[in-house]
């Protein structure tokens, strides 16, 4: 009975990791000597991993990649036109001009981790 209980356990937390996805807040840029900057961490995921941002002012996007794992190695913002890599263990910093409002979306190149621009 121990080993019954102990696999559906198991098997209810394995569903819930992957099935049940935590809701995400916007987090707002914070804005510096005129520009909006934000970290984000890279580690199973983006955190945070929806930032808003203000229309018409740049931003300072600094990615700190927490973790080894190769899905997370490339970040791509379509609507920008940027692809950069994301050396483990160390900061990249992206700029961008958010001159358009609206939701960008931004993923790893594997497009298994998903995070968003929310402009404004």
Same mark, same amino acid.
């Given at each position: 009975m121990?080993?019954?209980?102990?696999?559906?356990?198991?098997?209810?937390a394995?569903?819930?990791?992957?099935?049940?996805k935590? #809701?995400?807040?916007a987090?707002?840029?914070? %804005?510096? &000597? *005129?520009?909006?900057?934000? %970290?984000?961490?890279?580690?199973?995921?983006?955190?945070?991993?929806?930032?808003?941002?203000?229309?018409?002012? @740049? =931003?300072?996007?600094t990615?700190?990649?927490? #973790?080894?794992? !190769?899905? !997370?190695? #490339?970040?791509?913002?379509? &609507?920008?036109? /940027?692809?950069?890599?994301? @050396? =483990?263990f160390?900061?990249t910093?992206? #700029? /961008?001009? @958010?001159?358009e409002a609206?939701t960008?979306?931004?993923?790893? *190149?594997?497009?298994?981790?998903?995070?968003?621009l929310?402009?404004?």
């Amino acid at each position: 009975m121990v080993v019954l209980f102990v696999g559906i356990a198991l098997v209810t937390a394995i569903a819930i990791y992957f099935f049940v996805k935590p #809701e995400n807040v916007a987090i707002d840029a914070h %804005t510096v &000597d *005129g520009v909006q900057e934000q %970290t984000i961490t890279v580690k199973g995921g983006y955190n945070p991993a929806e930032i808003r941002l203000k229309k018409g002012i @740049p =931003a300072r996007l600094t990615f700190f990649r927490d #973790e080894t794992t !190769s899905c !997370s190695e #490339e970040i791509v913002f379509p &609507d920008f036109g /940027i692809r950069r890599m994301l @050396p =483990a263990f160390e900061n990249t910093v992206i #700029e /961008i001009f @958010p001159d358009e409002a609206g939701t960008h979306e931004f993923a790893c *190149g594997m497009n298994m981790l998903h995070g968003k621009l929310i402009v404004e």
